[in-house]
């Protein structure tokens, strides 16, 4: 008999307040980035932190007080502004379980990873949908990626870091928002742990985010990075075919106006550069559809696309198999939302115990539990830890896991196939056709690997 420890623990789960920013630090947008522009940063007492050509972003940094009314009065760039930092996930509770066997027959945590059988993952890949050969740049925090059901997922080769001074594989606390997500895309079916929707898939970590938090600057980088790492002198690497965003920040329409409108522009760069960027909707369980002058970024951001959250009620306690179910704080909203995805929910009343089988044991834990998301995290091993979490931060990866199967099966796809099939893979939900919760419908990986 196996036995597991658990242990509770505070996880993040992507939604925004904001922090206090570095007044040295800018955002700077121009038609394009040449020489004349990084002319201008230097001779307006600045230090050029990256640009990118082809969409004219950069970042700047600088100590001198007239440093932005200098460099806008260059007539350089069209736009710039002071950067922000935000934080842009919260945390709330959750439990982690570890392995403590050394040699399970399967992946000991498959039988309590619902979001499988939600998705139709397990007939994908009998039909041999795994995502390979797909990218997958996750924008988040620290990727683990030498955790035990991470090692040969991870082009480390090809991840970088847009936090100063921290590496790709670096964080704070036992968690790692980061290496959640990147489990839910490609865990290895390996005999171990848990399994990904894409269990083949590439992942490549971008950290835009140290312990929550991380500038615009970081994550705009981070987008052009994924998309174009040529242009950063990352020759030998290829651009994602997916970036997963699974934070969000929600601001008024008018506010950030500047670093907002460059992170548009860096989306949209993505999307001309064929990548599909897909985005967590965030958590407040606002309507946006009738916020009036809010707005979530990066999920409302250029071309990119959202998706919402939902959750089986029960399903450790009654065998409840609503995984359609609308999470309870979800966003969502007309014109927001592209399509759901599992994501976890803690709604479930009270605090009694349920046992479930896993391979080679069992756990035991508060039945609510069973409703949240399992994949890997940091732990305090040098093989890493399992954590459960809810958010439409773990909805984001697992559509980011569908759309890498499509992906596979389709090579060189175009940026606007990839968005068809994917919407037109997913299963019909709530009210028939297109509505604001569910958007196209509720995706479906063996439908995807058919596409």
Not at 99 to 127: L, R
Not at 250 to 257: I, R
Request: proline share 4%.
């Amino acid at each position: 008999m196996k036995f597991f420890r658990i242990s509770v623990l505070v996880v993040a789960v992507a939604l925004a307040s904001f922090a206090s920013a570095s007044a040295t630090d800018y955002v700077l947008s121009s038609n394009k980035w040449t020489s004349a522009q990084t002319a201008a940063v230097q001779a307006a007492g600045g230090t050029v932190v990256f640009s990118h050509g082809k969409s004219g972003i950069g970042a700047a940094t600088s100590n001198a007080p007239d440093f932005l009314s200098r460099v806008i009065a260059s007539g350089a760039f069209q736009d710039a502004a002071v950067d922000e930092v935000v934080q842009w996930q919260q945390p709330a509770a959750g439990l982690s379980v570890e392995e403590t066997a050394i040699n399970p027959t399967n992946d000991t945590f498959y039988p309590i990873q619902w979001a499988h059988e939600a998705v139709d993952s397990p007939a994908a890949w009998a039909a041999g949908c795994t995502g390979l050969g797909a990218r997958v740049a996750v924008l988040d925090g620290g990727i683990y990626a030498a955790h035990q059901d991470l090692a040969g997922a991870v082009d480390t080769a090809c991840s970088a870091s847009f936090v100063p001074g921290q590496n790709f594989n670096q964080d704070l606390g036992t968690f790692w928002h980061g290496t959640h997500v990147a489990g839910i895309v490609a865990a290895r079916d390996n005999n171990l742990g848990v399994i990904g929707i894409a269990p083949e898939a590439t992942i490549v970590g971008v950290k835009v985010l140290h312990g929550g938090s991380g500038s615009f600057g970081a994550v705009i980088g981070g987008i052009l990075y994924a998309s174009d790492p040529a242009s950063f002198g990352a020759a030998n690497c290829a651009r994602a075919h997916i970036i997963n965003m699974s934070l969000g920040a929600e601001f008024p329409k008018n506010g950030s106006g500047s670093l907002v409108a460059a992170l548009n522009k860096a989306v949209n760069f993505a999307a001309s550069n064929g990548v599909l960027v897909i985005s967590s909707a965030g958590n407040s369980g606002i309507d946006f559809g009738q916020a009036g002058n809010f707005t979530v970024i990066p999920a409302a951001s250029g071309s990119g696309v959202a998706i919402s959250a939902t959750a089986p009620l029960g399903w450790a306690a009654f065998g409840a198999t609503d995984f359609d179910r609308p999470a309870s704080y979800s966003n969502y909203g007309e014109g927001l939302v592209f399509v759901a995805a599992p994501g976890g929910d803690s709604a479930y009343p009270g605090n009694e115990l349920c046992t479930r089988a896993v391979v080679g044991g069992s756990v035991t834990v508060p039945c609510w539990v069973f409703d949240l998301y399992l994949s890997t995290s940091r732990g305090t091993t040098a093989a890493g830890n399992y954590t459960w979490a809810a958010g439409t931060s773990m909805a984001a990866p697992a559509a980011s896991g569908v759309a890498a199967i499509i992906v596979q099966q389709n090579p060189g796809i175009s940026l606007g196939a990839l968005k068809a099939k994917l919407h037109q893979s997913s299963t019909d939900s709530g009210p028939t056709g297109h509505d604001e919760f569910y958007g196209h419908g509720f995706v479906n990986a063996l439908n995807a690997c058919n596409q």
